[in-house]
């Protein structure tokens, strides 16, 4: 059982201390990571990642309380295609196997991983398929379903989500159905608002951390709308309707 | 002074200077010594490399020897040679060349380093140097999925369950961390007295070892492994 993760300050890119005392992220909750490109955004996520102990470049200390169930913090990262070769099929049984006598999954068949990656993929995928054939949606759908369904992971870091021709929402949804710890490296505002918190890094620090407002509940209603619009114009475009 | 002797070891291109040169910068960050060197067979481009590293190395070449005898053959000298220098951490890169042998030896820490991008029985294929080693490093893990690195690091537990499984990434630096803190609690390398290979090398003295360059039966002498007992058929 996960309690908290506490992040004790470390130093930003001039050797500066950074500006807080700590950053403490529970599990059941979103933090958004946001900040210019080159800020440092992926070494905090690198620092949770290695448990840094003022032995980063960083310098940050970071403090589990509880358990991290097989120490294990699962990693979505921008990659778009599998290395293996092998079919999906094959694959997700590979994948299970690796928590072989974890009673946790000791129900859940290939298919049931299968149906969680067709939740999200616009395109189906077969069993039967070769993982290099699928299209950086679809590997990005089952890299989903694998962590979501099947990896013990009590913390999810996921790099920018919104780049996967995926159903943003239901990934989501979907990652986040274990009470996991979940962040996110983003640029897009409704994912922002998505997460409870966002945490600004700027020049290799953490600038601050806020809580989402209602003000930004309102700006979130609006953005989802922009965003169920786009989305639905999209399904449109693909399905070659008219876009109105 | 105690000394920790560290071998890396692995397939060509698996990323051990990479994995060696991100970890001199932990060594030199927690104000430790190091010695490093670099065995390879006829020539290496690495030396401007290990140059910036800033630690006394040397460039050894096997030349007309096997680099993996080579390296056994000169690691009392080399553990002298780190010693001399005062440095806390020998690190020794080997050759990555045959999946014959591990140069792991009982009181050195062997590193094993592996390709996260190379196929899945890549692990097996490595045989001793896989076997015996303490930390098996995967490397490129950045290129790879969650599920992926998962399977990976399974398949290499179910193959050495006493070995501590490390992830990184020596473009980002990701997994060093965890990398430096496994060797800290490593121990140092003591009685060198009764120090042995923890896997026999190859039993192969023949003609080829010696500089024979013809082919066919009648070149060759000592000990000779043949795949067909009959010749072949034809002869």
Redesign the interface.
């Known amino acids: 059982m996960l309690n908290s993760i506490t992040i004790f300050p470390g130093i930003d890119k001039d050797g500066a201390r950074e500006p807080f005392e700590r950053v403490i992220l529970r599990p059941r909750e979103i933090y958004a990571i946001v900040g210019n490109t080159g800020s440092g955004k992926s070494r905090f996520i690198s620092d949770i990642e290695q448990i840094a102990d003022s032995d980063t470049v960083t310098k940050r200390r970071v403090v589990v309380d509880g358990a991290l169930d097989n120490g294990s913090i699962a990693f979505l990262g921008q990659s778009m295609r599998f290395v293996l070769d092998c079919t999906v099929e094959e694959f997700i049984r590979l994948h299970q196997r690796c928590y072989n006598g974890d009673e946790r999954i000791a129900g859940c068949t290939a298919r049931s991983v299968l149906e969680a990656a067709n939740s999200i993929a616009s395109e189906r995928l077969y069993p039967g398929a070769l993982l290099g054939s699928l299209s950086g949606g679809q590997s990005r759908a089952l890299m989903i379903a694998g962590i979501s369904v099947i990896s013990n992971s009590r913390v999810v870091l996921i790099d920018e989500i919104e780049n996967a021709g995926i159903d943003k929402s239901r990934a989501l949804e979907l990652l986040m159905s274990r009470d996991k710890l979940v962040m996110i490296v983003t640029h897009d505002p409704h994912t922002a608002l998505i997460a409870d918190k966002r945490i600004v890094i700027r020049n290799g620090a953490v600038k601050n951390v806020l809580d989402t407002t209602e003000t930004e509940r309102e700006s979130y209603a609006r953005l989802d709308a922009a965003y169920r619009l786009i989305t639905n114009m999209q399904f449109k475009l693909r399905n070659g309707e008219e876009l109105c | 002074m105690e000394q920790k002797v560290i071998i890396f070891c692995g397939a060509a291109s698996a990323g051990k200077t990479g994995v060696i040169s991100r970890l001199t910068n932990?060594i030199r960050?927690s104000g430790e010594t190091a010695a490093l060197c670099k065995i390879d067979c006829l020539k290496t481009g690495d030396a401007s490399l290990y140059d910036k590293l800033g630690f006394p190395y040397t460039i050894a070449l096997s030349e007309d020897v096997c680099p993996d005898h080579f390296l056994v053959s000169n690691l009392q000298e080399l553990i002298n040679w780190g010693a001399g220098l005062n440095a806390r951490y020998l690190l020794i890169e080997t050759a990555g060349l045959c999946h014959r042998c591990s140069p792991a030896t009982k009181h050195t820490i062997s590193v094993c380093v592996i390709d996260?991008?190379a196929?899945?029985s890549a692990p097996e294929k490595l045989g001793p140097m896989l076997l015996t080693a303490d930390i098996v490093a995967i490397t490129k893990i950045?290129?790879?999925?969650?599920?992926?690195?998962?399977?990976i690091?399974?398949n290499i537990r179910q193959l050495n369950p006493g070995a501590t499984v490390v992830c990184a990434d020596c473009v980002?630096?990701?997994?060093i961390?965890?990398l430096?803190?496994e060797i800290l609690v490593m121990p140092a390398y003591t009685a060198d007295a009764d120090d042995r290979l923890r896997h026999t090398m190859p039993a192969a003295v023949c003609s080829y070892c010696i500089g024979e360059r013809r082919i066919g039966v009648k070149y060759q002498q000592g000990v000779v492994k043949k795949i067909f007992a009959d010749g072949g058929g034809l002869c």
């Not at chain 2, 950045?142 to 399977?151: F, G, T, Y």
């Not at chain 2, 980002?172 to 997994?175: C, N, Q």
Request: charged residues 20%; without cysteine.
């Open positions: 932990s960050q996260a991008t196929s899945l950045d290129l790879v999925s969650q599920a992926e690195r998962e399977i690091a399974y980002s630096g990701y997994g961390a965890i430096w803190r």
